[in-house]
């Protein structure tokens, strides 16, 4: 089931993002600021991502902001610095952003600048 997952286009990731975090009074623009910090992409190289067919797998094997390590916490059920898996481990480390910002925490905690 999970490597289903993995093969699924990442840009239909996005409005689910989104509509999680609007759903709490958040903006899309503050998801946009979440996918490429953990990624490293630049809004060119998202946008061109989202366009095309890449999947989680490839994207988030790409990842690389070493600062996403410092993810810490329970996303899903399941504390995310224990997945052994590493894309599995890439997506709940997006989907712990995304919890965050829902929950009203400032962008520079989810973002780690502190």
């Known amino acids: 089931m999970t490597r289903r997952i993995f093969t699924t286009r990442f840009a239909s990731l996005s409005p689910h993002c989104v509509a999680k975090a609007e759903k709490k009074g958040r903006t899309k623009a503050e998801v946009d600021a979440i996918i490429p910090w953990l990624t490293g992409c630049g809004p060119e190289e998202l946008a061109a991502r989202l366009k095309d067919r890449t999947d989680f797998e ?3 094997a790409e990842a690389v902001n070493p600062a996403r390590a410092r993810i810490r ?14 894309v599995m481990r890439e997506i709940r480390y997006l989907d712990k952003l995304v919890d965050a910002l829902a929950k009203g925490k400032p962008m520079e905690k989810i973002l780690r600048k502190e």
């Open 73 to 86: 916490g329970v996303a899903c059920g399941v504390r995310v610095e224990k997945i052994q898996d590493p």
């Open 58 to 60: 490839t994207f988030l």
